[in-house]
């Protein structure tokens, strides 16, 4: 039956309200080009090994999404499978109408009815998920299997900890990023240590002094091309303090990388990933003091999937500059 224009109204509002509580919980992704469109116009135009980097950035990302939003995709493929194994019995039914044929076994019956209804069933499912009725109960079904499973603690807590370990993949992925970057510029261009060694921050993060003498010898006392592998044994990059201290130095001209890298927003991901990390995500005093939100210390961190999503626009913006840095510096050289 026909819904009226008002009864439409109404149900659009109920599906909008349903999106916006499930939602609250649950990353529903999508297909990665909304999220990916700045990084990828940026990063198309980068030279290799540049280039290498940024397409495992970007993996790296693409794996944190599945990861998050496996709630979702559990809830989507129960919704899909549901309608279609409705529709098999169905035609498992109808097929039974299948007269013997002559020569025909039994077996070779059933085989041919059970080939008949899966086929039909097969065909008949294509058309429904891409017809609007269908995608519309998809969609329901799916959002309605979510927010029953919100109201189950265990399940909510869980969700909630798939985003924890979301942002903390999203820090791993921006610090290999960094790290690889930083080895490869530096091996490219060992004068680059001069910038380090004369920046009055950067250079209390390494010590040119202290290369192991195994180290020297691993690699026959020519350190030339191998610069970025023995510093970054000294400093990981794994902390935002010493991303903008070694960046700012090699690229101290750079506006657009410093002002990335000064990012609010990547500040309060660094703590983040750190709260997580090293406090299971206890929010504490010192959390609170330097981030602040709705949450009170001794409390779990609870991060929304849409501010995973910000995390993440905040760390492809990082990511982006330091690869445009990078590259155009191997292209001077």
């Known amino acids: ?174 610090e290999v990023l960094m790290r690889d970057t930083f080895i490869t510029l530096l091996n490219f261009d060992p004068h680059l240590v001069e910038n380090l060694i004369n920046d009055p921050v950067a250079k209390r993060r390494f010590d040119l002094g202290k290369i192991p003498i195994e180290t020297l010898s691993q690699h026959n006392f020519n350190l030339s091309g191998k610069m970025g592998d023995i510093l970054s044994q000294q400093q990981d990059l794994s902390d935002l303090q010493s991303i903008k201290a070694v960046y700012g130095a090699i690229f101290p001209k750079d506006e657009h990388l410093r002002d990335s890298l000064s990012n609010e927003g990547l500040r309060v991901l660094s703590q983040r990933r750190n709260l997580i990390v090293h406090r299971r995500g206890l929010i504490d005093d010192l959390y609170f003091k330097s981030v602040g939100g709705n949450q009170k210390a001794g409390e779990r961190l609870r991060i929304l999937p849409d501010e995973l999503e910000k995390d993440i626009q905040c760390a492809e913006v990082a990511a982006s500059a330091v690869l445009m840095a990078v590259n155009s510096h191997l292209e001077q050289e």
């Not at 509580?21 to 030279?47: E, I, M, Q, W, Y």
């Not at 950035?57 to 899909?80: C, D, E, M, Q, W």
């Not at 499912?125 to 609007?132: G, I, K, L, T, Y």
């Open 1 to 174: 039956m026909r819904l009226t224009e008002a009864q439409e109204v109404e149900a659009r509002q109920a599906l909008k309200a349903l999106v916006k509580r499930v939602t609250a919980s649950f990353l529903v992704p999508s297909d990665g080009s909304d999220l990916f469109t700045s990084f990828d116009k940026n990063t198309k135009v980068l030279r290799s090994p540049v280039q290498e980097i940024a397409e495992a950035f970007r993996a790296n990302i693409i794996g944190l999404l599945t990861t998050a939003s496996f709630p979702y995709k559990l809830a989507h493929s129960a919704a899909v499978d549901r309608h279609y194994q409705r529709i098999v019995s169905a035609e498992r039914i109808r097929s039974l109408k299948l007269e013997q044929m002559p020569g025909e076994g039994k077996a070779d019956l059933d085989e041919r009815r059970e080939a008949v209804a899966q086929q039909v069933a097969n065909d008949k499912m294509d058309e429904f998920v891409r017809s609007p009725e269908g995608t519309n109960s998809i969609i329901h079904v799916s959002l309605s299997f979510l927010e029953r499973s919100k109201n189950d603690k265990a399940l909510s807590d869980s969700a909630n900890e798939l985003i924890l370990q979301g942002v903390v993949l999203c820090w791993g992925a921006l």
